[in-house]
Structures are given as C-alpha cells and as structure tokens.
C-alpha cells in the first residue's frame, strides 16, 4: 500500500544485520551463467561487480566498508545466487546528489529537507518522498537505466502535447533518450491510490512492457495487460513517443512480470518495488526478478533502506 504524505515515526528496534538474499532454490553456477542477460554488454557495467566483493565504480572493497557509525555488519552486500548488489550499502551517500520532482521541472536538493526521516520504521508503508530519494540514488548508480520520478505519470504524462512528452527528462534532468533501444525507462505508478507497482520499458532485444505487481498476476487475468493494469496515459505517451511497428499498442506488448505473490504482508509494496527497480537498473530480466525475490528477501531489503535513510539523515 501506498502512503503520499510524509508522518513520521521512529524506526522500531533499532537496526539489525543484513542477511544474505535467499536463493529462492536457484542453483548454484558460475558469474558468468548468472549474468543478467537482458541488456547488451555495455549496460551491464553496473551489474558486473565481481562476485568477491570489489566494486569496480568507485574502486573500494565493498565487505570491507563501513557504515558512518562503524556497524560493518550493515554495509555487508546482500549477495543472491544472481549476484544482486545493492548500492545502498555504499558508504559514499555524502558524495551523492539528491533530486527532489516539481511541476517546473528538476531541482537539485537534499531531498532529506522534503522527507520526514523517521517514517520508515518495520511496518511503515513508503512516502513518495523515500521512493524519491532512493530512486534518485539509483539514478546515479546506474546510468544506463532511466529512472523518473515518483510524480512522471501524475505530472508529466497528463500532458496531451507530443513536443512535450519528446522532453521528458529522468529524475536526474536527463532527457529521454527515446532512439536509443538500450536504455530502459523505470518508473514507479500509484495502483489506484493505494499501491505502489513498478514499470520498465524495454525496446532490447524485444519491446516489452514490464508491470512488476508484488502482489502477483491477478488471477483473472488472462494474457497480457490492459488499461486496468497500466495507466492509459502511459500507452498513450508510449505509442506517441516509441511507436510500435502497423500502429500496434504497447499493450499488445504488455506482460505481468511477477507471476505468484511475493508480498505476503500489508505494507511491505513500496519496499518490494524499491527492490525490483534496482534489478532492473543492474540488468535483471523479468524471469530473473520473478525466480528469484522472495517476501524474505523484501524484508531484508527494509533493513537496507533503513540504514541508508539512517546515513543520508546523518549528513551534515
């Protein structure tokens, strides 16, 4: 479920260890096997860390980093059978340029100023606000993807002008590279008002509408998507802006990419797809989001975010 106001509560607690994302039954295989096989090589610069802890992109031994207060336990990388790293366990968060949505456009700011820091305790639904901020985080850790902000498809997408939508710009100001079949777009969309689900848009090697639903495929849907389960305002901005071969509609190319439930609270949605679009921005595909995320691996992931809002409020 979703929560747009910013109330704050403290964590509950404390902060505890991270454990190792579970495998889900996914055998075990050599880097190479586990590499994600969706994008071309040259996106995949993100998503090829080495299994040993070395982070090629900033040069530093990712389990020997601590956090700012000396907990090395909870910078310890949540590794899976895929070789899923998260870079919010990065200790450079002093280093990072936070971006805050307006309709005027991007502005760059701490968006800990917008965020009521404390709200994320062990059963908080997430702000728009956190999944801002971490959204913006992504942003940085990888460029290859383009991520929007929590307000595109309210905001942006209500434009009917095309020259309008051709602007488009992620959440780090970055135009929409459209030409490009590359560059993924990720973006989180408000499910009636009360739950958050993920979208990636992909255009390699296939175009593919991806919908991410913690909750899993509703069981009365029988075969690909439609204006129920994706706004029609962004088919519209699709078909306007990457327009499908005869005049076909992007949802003639929509799937469900969570298969089964993997949500199995009532809180936790915001969290799952924080998780499933930082997959996306190291290069998952959908079977491999799908196979291999797990309620477990969720809960796991709000210790992460935890501990990273825990840092970014620590900033001077």
Not at 38 to 54: C, H, K, M, Q, W
Not at 70 to 83: H, P
Not at 210 to 221: A, I, V
Not at 263 to 278: I, K, R, S
Request: charge should be neutral; charged fraction near 25%.
């Amino acid at each position: 479920m979703s929560k747009r106001g910013g109330a704050a509560s403290e964590i509950k607690g404390g902060l505890k260890s991270k454990a190792s994302l579970s495998t889900n039954g996914a055998s075990q295989g050599s880097e190479e096997d586990l590499r994600p096989s969706e994008l071309s090589p040259s996106e995949l610069i993100n998503a090829s860390i080495s299994i040993n802890g070395s982070d090629s992109r900033n040069g530093k031994n990712s389990n020997s980093s601590k956090s700012s207060r000396g907990n090395a336990a909870l910078v310890q990388r949540l590794v899976s059978a895929t070789g899923f790293r998260s870079c919010l366990e990065e200790d450079n968060v002093e280093d990072d340029h936070f971006f805050d949505s307006s309709p005027k456009g991007m502005r760059p700011i701490l968006l800990r100023r917008a965020l009521s820091i404390r709200e994320l305790d062990d059963e908080s639904w997430l702000s728009s606000s956190l999944i801002d901020l971490v959204i913006s985080k992504f942003s940085r850790s990888y460029p290859n993807t383009h991520f929007m902000s929590i307000d595109f498809v309210v905001l942006h997408l209500s434009s009917k002008n095309k020259s309008e939508l051709e602007l488009a710009t992620d959440i780090s100001g970055k135009r929409l590279n459209y030409l490009d079949p590359h560059m993924p777009i990720v973006f989180v969309c408000n499910s009636k008002d009360i739950h958050w689900n993920l979208i990636r848009v992909i255009r390699h090697p296939k175009k593919e509408l991806q919908l991410f639903e913690p909750m899993g495929k509703p069981e009365n849907r029988h075969g690909g998507l439609g204006y129920r389960d994706v706004p029609r305002c962004v088919i519209e901005w699709l078909n306007t802006c990457i327009p499908l071969q005869n005049s076909k509609s992007w949802l003639s190319v929509g799937i469900s990419a969570i298969t089964v439930r993997q949500q199995l609270n009532h809180f936790d949605c915001g969290t799952a797809v924080l998780l499933y679009a930082e997959k996306c921005g190291q290069g998952f595909n959908a079977e491999q989001i799908n196979n291999h995320t797990t309620q477990n691996d969720i809960s796991e992931y709000r210790k992460l975010l935890q501990d990273f809002v825990c840092r970014v409020d620590a900033l001077d």
